[in-house]
T-cell receptor, first 116, second 114 residues
Framework: DAGITQSPRYKITETGRQVTLMCHQT?????MFWYRQDLGHGLRLIYY???????DKGEVPDGYVVSRSKTENFPLTLESATRSQTSVYFC???????????????FGPGTRLLVL | DAKTTQPPSMDCAEGRAANLPCNHS???????VYWYRQIHSQGPQYIIH???NNETNEMASLIITEDRKSSTLILPHATLRDTAVYYC???????????????FGKGTHLIIQP
């Protein structure tokens, strides 16, 4: 049972380059989320998706693009990376539906991104 | 989502019960209490949730006071691997059966001592 996986786990890139972080879940959860975690800010929501082809902005979406052509995948793209996007990125999923169980989120292991 | 207050850090001896408090005095009747934890360098991990009754699962127990203004997460026999930051989150269900992003505060850094 793979659960939710992220790749790459570590990435070093340069300012201005395009970077794509991958997220894959095997539970067929409807909802998927991207967060970033920085010292002093905790986790902040970047984008989320309610289903394939449905995405919406979170708290800090600027500089990021997402897509969701398949339920199980939710890639996050930094179109032109900046130093301020150096962070740890976490993907999460939830099955949604009625009740609190559906809103429990399950997180991946994270991707550590360094933008030079 | 209601505001929560947690102590910044706590120590507990290995093998003893770890009791982590959370104050949420402004909680509304439809808001649930969720607990997550984050072990160093890993993603947050769901632990347990409850509305007003006490809850127990294989990881922990959740005790919610009768007025629901505070709760305690109990790890019955703490191990070194339980050293982590523990987050108490209070939130209502999303409208329309959807799911909103979680808001994590600073949490409690629990250190299990050998």
């Amino acid at each position: 049972d793979a659960g939710i996986t992220q790749s790459p786990r570590y990435k070093i890139t340069e300012t201005g380059r395009q970077v794509t972080l991958m997220c894959h879940q095997t539970w067929s959860h409807s909802y998927m989320f991207w967060y970033r975690q920085d010292l002093g800010h905790g986790l902040r929501l970047i984008y989320y998706s309610a289903a394939a082809d449905i995405t919406d902005k979170g708290e800090v979406p600027d500089g990021y693009v997402v897509s969701r052509s398949k339920t199980e995948n939710f890639p996050l793209t930094l179109e032109s990376a900046t130093r301020s996007q150096t962070s740890v990125y976490f993907c999460a999923s939830s099955e949604a539906g009625d009740g609190p169980n559906g809103e429990t989120q399950y997180f991946g292991p994270g991707t550590r991104l360094l933008v030079l | 989502d209601a505001k929560t207050t947690q102590p910044p850090s706590m120590d507990c001896a290995e093998g003893r019960a770890a009791n982590l408090p959370c104050n949420h005095s402004t909680i509304s009747g439809n808001e649930y209490v969720y607990w997550y934890r984050q072990i160093h360098s890993q993603g947050p991990q769901y632990i347990i949730h409850g509305l007003k009754n006490n809850e127990t699962n294989e990881m922990a127990s959740l005790i919610i006071t009768e007025d629901r203004k505070s709760s305690t997460l109990i790890l019955p026999h703490a191990t070194l691997r339980d050293t982590a930051v523990y987050y108490c989150i209070v939130r209502a269900l999303s409208s329309g059966g959807g799911a909103d992003g979680l808001t994590f505060g600073k949490g409690t850094h629990l250190i299990i001592q050998p």
